[in-house]
């Protein structure tokens, strides 16, 4: 019979325990020293009913039994895990946490190829060691084919972006919901299915990887699954863009739609360029093109926002791009990563891209759309260089090069000094023309020029107030609009004209 904790642990109990665990803290299975305290809990929550017996209570460490909080010790144990794994990078997908359990032994492998055969409204799917017989649907709307399976891991992948080849995934793994979903699942059915497709001899999932990551984290090794056979790739993405955003309980980040837009906005400009019809190419008869393609269901606004996210990504994606490992893969900063692309766009792209497509004939000389892109990159890697590159987000509050830098990089003061940085740039380019300034960068830049620009990118540095003492107006200021932070960078001393090197 089991013995119920109806009172504090006595001393053979709490050795009856350490007989089954050893002096081992059951979160990560270090040893506890002697001299150190010695506490217990239980491993599964017991708020969630489960027993208050000797065969649910572990040792923990005093410093782990702190951290869990009110967390059971096989969720806190999962959670350290977690972390760990989410510490590996910071656009995580399904294919990511896969390839960690298996490089932790957790699983023996994933992604084996598969052969699928359709007879007589059944779909066959052979693995390696198992075969997966269905009843094939079609969807009335489409005419796609379709079918409802449980899989083992051995067979599924994530519908990442490979080989130049824009995948279906639209999210990277969000750690908080990847937890909930954890705990959620320990006391609760799946009510829907994740959903993928076959392509090259693989089934890849591209809509509920949480669900997916979640059950592993629970030991699960099957998933429910809808499966597609031989979609329309680009209408499909299409679909599963939309329900992750416009149709989404919960809104993906700005940087993953920029990624995902950008990819395929990418696969059929190339597309565009390369069709034979003896007519001149360029971006503004691309969206037109692709006006036409679409049968109208894209809005004008809803191409421009594809053509952005084209940009965006040419420059976030860039290999010289040094500030790019600064840009948050969330929609908000973040210790390690100060920026985001929300500023960005509002800042940085906004004053340096040209953001409307050109008539500019893709063949020609006049098309400078990719030397604005290293151009672009060129600033922000000045940016980067100059100050930025010494960000420590853990660093004290008065360690002085992090007041300054947290100074010039909140969301309103990066806005506003870009305007600044944007005039004074112009000016040093000898750019009067409103066109000219509107696309700064659309041009080739001389040495010289280049090096007038790192002079200017010096002077915004050095500007005295972003090292004023702590709780200076400054850092009033700068939680007010981008037009008044502008105004009071102008009264004292930060201006256009200080930028190009006059006195202030």
Sequence with gaps: MAVLLKRQLTDPEKEEILKQHGRKCFATGHEIPPDESLQFDHIKAYALGFPSELGNIAPMCARHNKEKGTLSLEDFRTKLRL?????????????????????????????????????????????????????????????????????????????????????????????????????????????????????????????????????????????????????????????????????AQTRFFSSVMVAKLGTQFGIDFENYKNLEDGQPKS???????????????LTK????????????????????????????????????????????????????????????????DTYKREVEVNNTVALMNMIYDYGLSAWDGKASENDQTQVRLRRMFRSKSMMAWTELLHGAICGKLDLNDSEDRERPFYRELTEDEVKRIGEVVKRLYGWKRWNSPQN????????????EVKDWFRNHGLSTGSLMGAPE
């Design 472 to 483: 200076d107006d400054i850092d009033r200021t700068l939680s007010d609009n981008k037009s």
């Design 283 to 297: 971006e503004a008869g691309f969206m037109e093109y692709l006006s036409r393609s679409d049968g109208g269901t």
């Design 83 to 247: 972390n760990e794994f989410f510490k590996t990078g910071d656009k995580l997908t399904l294919k990511h946490l896969l390839e960690h359990l298996k490089t932790k032994g957790e699983i023996p492998r994933f992604a084996e190829p598969v052969s699928v055969k359709e007879s007589d409204g059944q779909v066959v799917v052979e693995a390696a060691d198992r075969t997966y017989s269905q009843m094939l649907y079609t969807c009335p709307t489409t005419g796609w084919k379709y079918f409802y399976v449980t899989l083992d891991v051995d067979v599924i992948d994530s519908d990442d972006d490979e080989d130049h080849a824009a995948g279906l995934q639209p999210r990277y793994l969000i750690p908080e919901k990847v937890f909930d979903l954890y705990r959620h699942f320990q006391r609760h059915p799946v009510l829907q299915p994740s959903i993928g497709r076959t392509v090259n001899s693989r089934i890849r999932l591209f809509d509920g990887q949480h669900k997916v990551a979640a059950l592993l984290w629970n030991g699960r090794r099957q998933f429910e699954c809808k499966i597609y056979l031989t979609p329309d790739v680009r209408l499909l993405n299409q679909t599963n863009i939309a329900a992750h955003d416009k149709f």
């Design 301 to 364: 606004g809803q191409l421009n926002t594809r053509f952005r996210s084209y940009l965006y990504s040419a420059v976030l994606e860039h290999e010289d791009n040094r500030l790019k490992a600064l840009v948050s893969a969330t929609n908000r900063s973040t210790d390690e990563k100060p920026l985001t692309l929300d500023m960005l766009q509002k800042s940085l792209f906004a004053g340096f891209l040209y953001r409307e497509p050109t008539a500019d004939d893709l063949t020609t």
